[in-house]
């Protein structure tokens, strides 16, 4: 629920110049859009955009694509993905789904990795299964990833030979095909839910006379039901050839020796003698005005929105395409400025609503203006999204939001150079394979600011005003309500009525521009002195300790180069709070209000072209307000939390909109699985202690807002502050700033961040409770009490213990039943209660089968408990932590949220990563079995047992 203070065009920014659409269903992953770029080996080919430089590409006799990329970081980290150009477009009618159940059986047999190996070597080599090997089936693409622990040419040679396999080398064995169709109807009944269903409704209204909404990658449940090997070789030896496949691997390696090793692994796979082609996408149905309805009660809210949608055919990348797109960019981000401008002046009949347009894989374009609100203001909400488009189509936009617009894309131009070299391989990897797979061009930070820069300089306001009015003028409109209105019979026929009469008589404002001074708060009379300074060698941090009482930690880093993180933590968080609920009203009021003489969107509009963002929020056991910007923008950064700590505004329209958003959520949480997770399990783990789960509805209710705003004052006043600071920086500028801006504040010792009493964990007892909901499947949850966090050797055992009972549990739950798509195990440790924490199973089950779980669950711990664990699962176990530990440690995250955050009051914080690998390695399956002794008992066990369904009415327990 955090909202940054800063301009919304960061969010755009990340969605629309990456090219992303209208959200759109993949599996496993996120892919975009995709063309088929078989036909050519590079999409720069035929483009007049240059691609990176630095990308090495090579092409094999038989067809097959690389495109290698050195890069540092982190060290030794290699990513390698294998891009398979077809997906569920290619499926004919008898095979839908057939492409996602074959990338499942990837890892279950192949050439030189036997059924049921493969996960257990990946975790040998220090690989986690999930985040450092995984894949995902989209549209157009099948994609396979694999993120090395190193990059010697031994391990290169091994991630080549696990992805030839996938390649060419699949087993697809009857037994194995059998036992995964399980595992792929659990995955489906996971990602089950109404809103998914509702998604997938709207699309095939939406997208009705295109192959886009007939080919959701998940597949039909008639089709994985009787896929077989014919089947499923078929797509294999149709779609997985050499001359459809491009293998991209970046990170720290060498150039050179990369290309051998590819060409010895895929050179020798055959390149197919018959001719594929792509099937017809086909065209948009819908023409003029077309309008949707679809009452879904359990969504707890009414979509309400206005799309404009119509036919393209896939260009070749130019530069004119890319400053259309740029155009149509900056149309969207001011539309954005205006909706959160209008959201702060009075209550709107929506609670949200957000712009966007774009493409949806190359072929539908559209312009879509979406809202969010209660069933009974869906007509009110259509009204406005209405005169919203009407005003920036009949007087256009404004001088003043063109040249903040510039500003912004200006500066997130120059971010993107200055970071370029902090850029983790993995990301680098994904978004050259989500160019190439898009037929987009993939060009270097530097190449992207060579070509925008004379682009925004030569686009004029005019552009911009056309290049909107271009996309509403497309005949084709779609009005869509969708949720928890009940229009009845005749639904479309009310809806149009209203809309038509909208449309005849609502009138259109013009947008007043404003000017804003910022800062308007000075520095204080006199910076506060340096008291104290300590230096802590092993970490290479610093602590200063101002007169006032400040506490500065600092910690200068080369992870990310030109950028700094800051968090400033204050007060108790949750533990002052006067009533549950609070907290969580409290942050979004607190993030929606901006401060006492600035709103957020006059906040934003200061802050165009500039890096500066800020987050609050009230934590478990400490407020803070948290962001990073450019080393440029550190005193920008400083000026704007000075503002936020002396001059945070709390504000009513914004308490309106946090509470009916709230109201909204629960709504939903009603009939959803997760409500009762939330509200029931939570608590009841925890002996029903209200710092626990989710606050009620009644709470929520009960919270006025001059209840909140008494407590939020009390909450807002600073009377210790520790900061903290991590990245590149001068460290004397740092403290000559915070002490200067800072310097009026008179500060205390941080308070007891703990709360007396005993967590009485429910041993022994079961908890069921029934959700009435359409979507019908259960989750159980098996949990044993063990300790807090603070004895660290401890928590780092508990936490190897449990990641070894997860992998029982996925060799047995997953792959020999396929009862389950991700069974979990986790260990927790709490902060603010003394000797509290669990161990928590967690396995989502078709509806009748949770006893069965509770009892397999029980017996695979009990075989761990009486049977011991192995020398061989134990270093399965460990090399992931491990190597997912030396990433961490070089992050900027880690050293700020983990290590120097809250350290005055944690000093053991500090410790912690001077020991944190040796002790990990010094790790013994007696150890651990110690703990397993202790903590897994039978009859410690309590248990937790949710069903959905729509004959579930009532909770017991």
Known sequence: MNRTVSSIFRTLWLCLLLGQALPHVVLAGEATHTIDVAQIHWPSQLSDLTSDPSLVRGV?????????????????????????????????????????????????????FPPGTLVDYFQSLGMDFGGDTNAYTGFGETVYHLILPKGTDDELAIACKVLADYARGALLLDSEIDRERGVIFAEKRARDSVAYRNHIAN??????GTRYPLRLPIGIDSVIRVADQRLLREYYDSWYRPDNMV?????????????????????????????????????????????????????????VSIETLWDLTPEIPSRTGE??????????????????RQGEKTVQPYTAARYSSGQVVRRIGYGSLVGITEAQSWGKSLQSLHSTLQSAKRFGFTESEVARVKEEILGQLDKNVKTESSLQSRIIAARIVEHLTGGEVYMSPIQESDLYLPMLAAISLEDVNKGFKKIWDHPNILISVSGDVKLGDGGEAKIKSIYTSITQTATATKTEEESIIFPYLKPGNSSSEVQEKKYFPELQMSRYTLANGLVINLKKTDFEKNKIRLIANFGKGELDEDRAGMAFIGDDVVNLSGTKRLSVSELDSVLAGSSAQLTFRIGQVSNSWSGSALSS????????????????????????????????????????IDGAVLRKVKPFFAGGNRHYGFPSKDDFNAVSFTDLQVWMKKLLDIKDLEISVVGDFDEDSVVALLSSYLADLKL?????????????????????????????????????????????????????LATILEDRMRKTIREKLGASYSPTVSSFGSRIHQGFG??????????????YLVKEIIKIVDQLVQGGITEKELIR?????????????????????????????????????????????????????????????????????VRAGVHMSATRG
């Not at 699309?203 to 009705?208: D, E, I, L, P, V």
């Not at 950064?637 to 504000?651: C, E, I, N, T, W």
């Not at 308070?751 to 005993?758: A, Q, T």
């Not at 190597?883 to 992050?891: G, M, Y």
């Open 60 to 112: 094999l006799a038989n067809g097959f694509r690389y495109i290698i990329k050195e890069n540092h970081k982190p060290e030794n980290r290699v990513a390698a993905y294998l891009a398979v150009l077809s997906g569920s477009r290619e499926e004919r009618d008898e095979q839908r789904g057939v492409a996602h159940f074959l990338e499942h059986l990837m890892f279950n047999g192949s050439t030189n």
């Open 323 to 340: 400053k259309d797109k740029l155009i149509q960019l900056m149309g969207d981000i001011i539309i954005g400025y205006r909706l959160q």
């Open 877 to 945: 176990a460990k090399k992931p932590v491990i190597t997912a530990l030396l990433d961490n440690v070089r992050t900027n995250q880690y050293w700020l949220f983990s290590v120097l955050s809250l350290s005055v009051s944690n000093p053991d914080q500090l410790i912690w990563p001077t020991t944190v690998v040796e002790d990990i390695n010094s790790i013994t399956t007696e150890d651990l079995m110690l703990l397993a002794g202790k903590y897994l008992k039978k009859d410690r066990v309590a248990k937790a047992i």
């Open 247 to 303: 293998l991209v691997l970046v990170g720290d390696l060498n150039v050179g020796s990369a290309e051998k090793i590819i060409s010895s692994y895929f050179s020798g796979m055959s390149r197919s003698v018959k001719s594929f082609s792509k099937p017809d996408f086909g065209q948009l149905e819908h023409k003029g005005l077309q309008v949707y309805y679809r009452y879904e009660p359990e969504l707890g809210k009414t979509n």
């Open 203 to 208: 699309m095939a209204f939406a997208f009705k």
């Open 838 to 851: 669990l161990i928590q199973a967690v396995v989502m089950v078709e509806g009748g089968k949770e006893d």
């Open 633 to 672: 923008d550190f005193e920008l950064l400083v000026q704007v939390l000075q503002a936020m700590l002396l001059d945070s505004g709390f504000d009513k329209v914004a308490f309106n909109k946090a509470t009916r958003g709230l109201a909204l959520m629960n709504k939903r949480l009603d009939n959803d």
């Open 748 to 800: 205390g010792l941080p308070p007891v961040r703990m709360l007396p009493g005993e967590i009485l964990f429910p041993q022994g007892r079961t908890l069921e409770v029934n959700v009435h909901s359409e979507i019908e499947k259960s989750t159980v949850f098996l949990s044993w009490p063990t300790d807090d966090v603070w004895d660290i050797g401890r928590t780092r055992r508990l936490s190897l």
